[in-house]
């Protein structure tokens, strides 16, 4: 039993870090650089070539800066996203060991 306990306990940890990856991604507008660049640049041409109110104008201003905010965690979030991809193949394989164990 012991050896099931331990199989459950990894399982547990990589569940709570895909959740911790997962919850990271929260309140962020792209899930890439290059979304983010494509936002920011489509956002930079309305300014300079749409017909916006100043206030229209000042809040896309302030919507780029929370963009550029964003840049670090996004390139954090791009380097995690194959580590993640191998946790949970982790998590399915230790599940199917669980299920074989447990019977």
């Given at each position: 039993m012991s050896r099931l306990k331990q199989l459950r306990e990894m399982r547990k940890s990589i569940l709570d870090k895909i959740a911790?990856?997962?919850q990271g991604r929260q309140g962020l507008e792209c899930r890439?650089?290059?979304?983010?660049?494509d936002k920011i640049a489509e956002m930079e041409h309305a300014i300079q070539h749409g017909e916006m109110s100043l206030a229209e104008e000042k809040a896309t201003v302030r919507n780029i800066a929370k963009l550029k905010g964003q840049r670090?965690?996004?390139?954090?979030l791009e380097g995690q996203q194959e580590s993640l991809g191998q946790m949970e193949a982790e998590a399915r394989k230790i599940k199917a060991?669980?299920?074989e164990v447990w019977g």
């Open positions: 911790e990856f997962r890439t650089e290059q979304e983010l660049d670090e965690k996004i390139r954090e060991v669980i299920d």
